[in-house]
């Protein structure tokens, strides 16, 4: 083989070594550049996911708090008129005729925020204890649940409808429930009106009118 064919043959490989590499680098490249975009877009997917999940949670958030108060609202109209509660039932009532019909529409009030505010509440435990609540103030008004001890139970009732009304009004300020407590047994022979295990300090405040 010549000189110059011998040359032109190296020539060539180089040129072709220099083509192939060249040509490699510009495909890795081109793979690094898709994987990094790739990448950015995943992060940007999980972020703009993230963010969804943190407004669907603060939509929830507004909304059980929302649901609280309603309800913090329809116990407190129960509360005023709970020495009547034992008279809903009744034609002859042990107090006064107002009485019983205010107390009447604030124990349909409750029930109505059972099957409607209280939907909007995710805590099932909360939601278990309202209903306890709604139970128990029913069986007082319509059930005559051991009515020949009326005033001990108007007590069991109004202790339980603040132990919900602090439940409900953690879940306002984003604290935890108040430990659970079994709700009063309205039936039983003797005791003393119910009180939850832990009771706020308010209560036994005399102006708070517990």
């Known amino acids: 083989m010549s000189f110059w064919a011998d040359a032109s043959l190296q020539a060539f490989g180089a ?36 963010n969804l999940q943190l407004e669907e949670l603060s939509r929830n958030r507004a909304r059980s708090s929302e649901a609280a108060r309603m309800l913090l609202e329809r116990l407190a109209d129960l509360y005023a008129w709970l020495p009547s509660l034992p008279d809903v039932s009744t034609d002859q009532p042990r107090l006064s005729v107002h009485a019983r019909d205010q107390c009447r529409s604030a124990l349909t009030s409750i029930w109505r925020g059972m099957i409607t505010d209280l939907m909007s509440i995710n805590d099932g435990e909360l939601r278990t204890r309202y209903r306890e609540l709604v139970r128990l103030a029913y069986d ?3 059930r005559e649940a051991g009515a020949p001890d009326y005033k001990r139970q108007i007590r069991d009732v109004r202790g339980y409808l603040r132990y919900v009304q602090h439940s409900l009004a953690a879940l306002i300020d984003e604290q935890p429930l108040p430990a659970h407590a079994d709700p009063p047994v309205l039936t039983r022979s003797a005791g003393e009106p119910w009180l939850p295990p832990v009771v706020p300090p308010h209560w036994r405040d005399p102006a708070d009118g517990s």
């Not at 490699?24 to 997917?45: F, G, P, S, Y």
């Open 15 to 50: 040129l072709t070594g220099t083509l192939a590499g060249g040509t490699i680098t510009v495909l890795v490249a081109r793979w690094q550049t898709k994987r990094t975009i790739e990448t950015q877009v995943t992060l940007v997917t999980s972020g703009h996911q993230a």
């Open 140 to 142: 007082v008004g319509y």
